[in-house]
């Protein structure tokens, strides 16, 4: 599927036409504006689910799109600016110029109503605001017609403005520097970004070329099939005729099965993991993508064992759980040496014995290990994970637990150290969490 080479634009539109869906729900008023007059709608914007819909007839009409309704499939086909689009109403998705390209959520019914995402009036050059405090939708289509003729069908997905094939000094010069820099499982390093309005993306750079990305917010994405408004059930029932169960590299077969918490879809050059929180009615929660060639020289299902990559997964763990717990909105972690020892020392014990358990095999819980090692804590908490491929599944895998997640994202927790050991190439993760004990002065 080539998700990233289309056009700019598609929008859909009400039509009188289609059936009867389902009513939207607690509406409430949205006030949309187009070239700073306000835009006349035969039904109002909605919001739904934190994302603001509306039927975009009068906006097409004032584009100057044609369009028509085909009863029998479902679909309206819009023609404007040289392209074609197909939109099948109900679909997480439109097909331009004979792509598929996601929607930031799925269109729907209401009314004999078709509404769509409004940020999808942007895909035909158009600026769209949202204005929190006056609930108000604000379009401008200065400029449309150049950025049409400028952004054909060449135009590609980004993450971060960047792509795959992007120089080093084009990432330095959208992002800067980034916070710091650990090795992957595979033979680039991520470039970890915290981006200004606390968001976290990873860049993976291999011979100062970009190869990889990952992100947990869909908000600096474009042009792929990430979504956080959409669930595992969408993404399957619209792109899972992509979706790979196994891989052939260097004449070994590679299977995955991410057991409804993950599933790998390819897109021409590049192999996608979807990651779903399954606490959140399997929502999609991150992306990773990773350029073909590189995963396919990735003839292992981890990374080589080495003392670097231990040093860096252990870092690595640190920045995933500062990623989100900013982006679920609770306050940073600071890193504590004295307790990554205890992670790490857990972490060997349970390597050198084969073993995987809070409790070792003296009896020791965490507590009592917290203890032995003369750290006064008010509070405390471990998680233990083992044979995720690397970091960043063991992450999304331990998120997908609410225990494991109540320590991820408790605001009471300060501090918090990481510690991996590798049983051959299988890592053994521990995190603990704790906040200090201290005296209370008389």
Avoid: C
């Amino acid at each position: 599927m080539k998700w990233w080479k289309v056009g700019a634009g598609a929008l859909i539109i009400w039509l009188g036409l289609l059936a009867t869906g389902s009513a939207v729900t607690a509406k409430q008023h949205i006030s949309v504006y187009i070239n700073e007059h306000p835009l006349e709608l035969a039904h109002e914007a909605v919001m739904k689910d934190g994302t603001a819909f509306v039927p975009l007839r009068a906006l097409l009409e004032e584009l100057d799109a044609q369009f028509n309704w085909d009863s029998a499939s479902a679909t309206v086909y819009i023609k404007k600016n040289g392209l074609s689009i197909e939109l099948p109403v109900g679909k997480s998705y439109a097909i331009v110029n004979g792509k598929k390209r996601v929607l930031a959520a799925p269109s729907f019914l209401a009314d004999q109503t078709a509404y769509v995402p409004v940020r999808f009036a942007s895909d035909i050059g158009a600026e769209v605001k949202w204005e929190k405090e006056k609930k108000a939708v604000i379009i401008s289509t200065a400029g449309a017609q150049t950025f049409v003729a400028e952004q054909t069908v060449e135009t590609g997905p980004r993450v971060a403005s960047l792509w795959l094939g992007d120089s080093i000094e084009e990432v330095r010069e959208r992002l800067g520097k980034p916070l710091t820099t650990v090795a992957s499982a595979y033979s680039f390093d991520w470039n970890i970004y915290q981006l200004t309005d606390s968001s976290y993306v990873h860049i993976g750079l291999e011979e100062g070329t970009v190869v990889a990305f990952y992100t947990n917010t869909s908000r600096h994405v474009t042009g792929l099939p990430f979504n956080n408004d959409m669930t595992r059930d969408q993404m399957l029932r619209d792109f899972g005729e992509e979706r790979i169960w196994e891989l052939e590299k260097e004449e070994r077969v590679f299977r995955y099965e991410g057991k409804k918490e993950w599933d790998l879809f390819q897109a021409d050059d590049a192999y996608y993991t979807l990651f779903y929180d399954q606490l959140k009615e399997g929502r999609v929660t991150a992306i990773q993508i990773i350029a073909e060639d590189v995963e396919l020289a990735h003839d292992s299902y981890f990374g080589e064992p080495t003392e670097e990559r231990r040093e860096d997964y252990e870092e690595h763990l640190f920045y995933l759980l500062q990623g989100v717990r900013q982006r679920e909105g609770v306050p940073a972690l600071v890193w504590d040496d004295e307790v990554a020892r205890l992670a790490r020392k857990h972490s060997e014990d349970m390597q050198e014995n084969q073993f995987f358990s809070h409790t070792n095999l003296e009896g020791l819980s965490p507590f009592d290990r917290f203890d032995r090692e003369g750290i006064a804590f008010y509070q405390a908490g471990e998680n233990l994970a083992v044979g995720q491929f690397h970091p960043i599944f063991a992450h999304e895998a331990l998120m997908n637990s609410a225990g494991h997640r109540r320590n991820m994202l408790a605001p009471g927790f300060e501090r918090l150290g990481t510690g991996v050991a590798f049983l051959g190439e299988k890592p053994y993760y521990t995190i603990n969490f704790y906040t200090p004990y201290r005296k209370r002065e008389k």
